[in-house]
Structures are given as structure tokens and as C-alpha cells.
T-cell receptor, first 115, second 114 residues
Framework: AQSVSQHNHHVILSEAASLELGCNYS??????LFWYVQYPGQHLQLLLK??????LVKGIKGFEAEFIKSKFSFNLRKPSVQWSDTAEYFC?????????????FGAGTRLFVKA | DGGITQSPKYLFRKEGQNVTLSCEQN?????MYWYRQDPGQGLRLIYY???????QKGDIAEGYSVSREKKESFPLTVTSAQKNPTAFYLC?????????????FGPGTRLTVL
């Protein structure tokens, strides 16, 4: 079955620390990969996405993610986090389904950045 | 303003009652989705619809029903058959429902069953 695994459910960092959130997916076909973010009190929104080409993609607010096909991974990184990065982060995969296409989400990682 | 609206923001229901959650979009998107968000479980797909008058069950469709009579509207009914309905419900839409499509989310409805 298709699935998306996020390695950490809760992460606590101090400002200026580096961030890496792990994401692995289980699907053998063509996929497109996303990271979504949900800031406190706000809508879930797109952070970055990978479709093809350069496996290192850059998103908003200094985030980047690297697609490693051989490892079925799409880890999210940021060199130096800020207090405003406190949010919940979801990795997601768009995959073909019998009824069309659907998005499969990971369980989410809650990031808390200490000022 | 273009976007997705969900109403109500908070909803309380007694056990045994059906309740309908509203989702409307003015983005002219073809596909719409309903998710349930529970702590530690991420978003789980309830139903989705690629076009008007057609919809597909997601991973946790039992106890839920939907309709898609208009392109802009995709209401979700939580029936009394849903054993654990208390949750946060998110509606989303995409342009076509294809592999490259980004999902746009509404603000959500928090349902509490008393």
C-alpha cells in the first residue's frame, strides 16, 4: 500500500539551529513530492514541491528539500531556523490511484523553535 | 478574493445525529477533497471528487457521505454510523487532480460530538 513516513513527530530546536525533517514514501510508480506547512492558526499551505529535474528544490522562507530516488526519500532542510518557523510540517506524495490521482500525507512533524 | 471556505468553523453535535459540513471554492478547480486530521495521524483522505457528479472513496470513507452537484461545492455529511467523528475536517481543491497539482486548503471545521 502507498504510504508516507515522517521520522519525527515532535522536534524542538533553538533559533539558528539547523533543521532536517525526514520523509520516506512507499510507492513504485511515478510520484510528485510536496512539503506542506501549517502555521498556528493558519491554513495548510505549500512549502515546496518536486516534479522532475534537479532533485534539490528550494521553497519559501529558505527551506529546501532533496529527492533521493534510490532511498525513496524527500527530506526537508533549513540551515538556520527562526522562531517563526514554529509550525506543523507535512510531507505528501501525489500518486496515481484507481479513481484518478490522490495525495497521501505523512503523519506530520510538529516543530517548536525556542527564541 | 479567491479561495476555499468552510463552514462552520466549530460544530457540536449530539451522538446519533447526522451533520453536514460545507465546503465552497471559487477557484474554478475541478477536483475537491475531504480530509480528516487527528493528532499524530496527519491527514487521512475521506472522499474526493475529480469532476461534478462523480466522487471516489478515500481511505476512511465509512460513516461519511458526499455529493458534488456543483463544481464549486463539495459538502460532507458525517453520519451517525461514524464511530469516532470528533476531529478536525479539512477541505481542499486542485486545478485538475493530476500528479503535479498543488492542493489548496480551507480553514477547516472542528467537529465535536457530545
Amino acid at each position: 500500500a502507498q504510504s508516507v513516513s515522517q521520522h519525527n513527530h515532535h522536534v524542538i530546536l533553538s533559533e539558528a539551529a539547523s533543521l532536517e525533517l525526514g520523509c520516506n514514501y512507499s510507492y513504485g510508480g511515478t510520484v510528485n513530492l510536496f512539503w506542506y506547512v501549517q502555521y498556528p492558526g493558519q491554513h495548510l499551505q505549500l512549502l515546496l514541491k518536486y516534479f522532475s529535474g534537479d532533485p534539490l528544490v528550494k521553497g519559501i522562507k529558505g527551506f529546501e528539500a532533496e529527492f533521493i530516488k534510490s532511498k525513496f526519500s524527500f527530506n526537508l532542510r533549513k540551515p538556520s531556523v527562526q522562531w517563526s518557523d514554529t509550525a506543523e510540517y507535512f510531507c505528501a506524495v501525489n500518486a496515481q490511484d484507481t479513481g484518478g490521482f490522490k495525495t497521501i500525507f505523512g503523519a506530520g512533524t510538529r516543530l517548536f523553535v525556542k527564541a | 478574493d479567491g479561495g476555499i471556505t468552510q463552514s462552520p468553523k466549530y460544530l457540536f453535535r449530539k451522538e446519533g445525529q447526522n451533520v453536514t459540513l460545507s465546503c465552497e471554492q471559487n477557484l474554478n478547480h475541478d477536483a475537491m477533497y475531504w480530509y480528516r486530521q487527528d493528532p499524530g495521524q496527519g491527514l487521512r483522505l475521506i472522499y474526493y471528487s475529480q469532476i461534478v457528479n462523480d466522487f471516489q472513496k478515500g481511505d476512511i470513507a465509512e460513516g461519511y457521505s458526499v455529493s458534488r452537484e456543483k463544481k464549486e461545492s463539495f459538502p460532507l455529511t458525517v453520519t451517525s454510523a461514524q464511530k469516532n467523528p470528533t476531529a478536525f475536517y479539512l477541505c481542499a481543491s486542485v486545478v485538475r487532480g493530476g500528479l503535479t497539482d498543488t492542493q489548496y486548503f480551507g480553514p477547516g471545521t472542528r467537529l465535536t460530538v457530545l
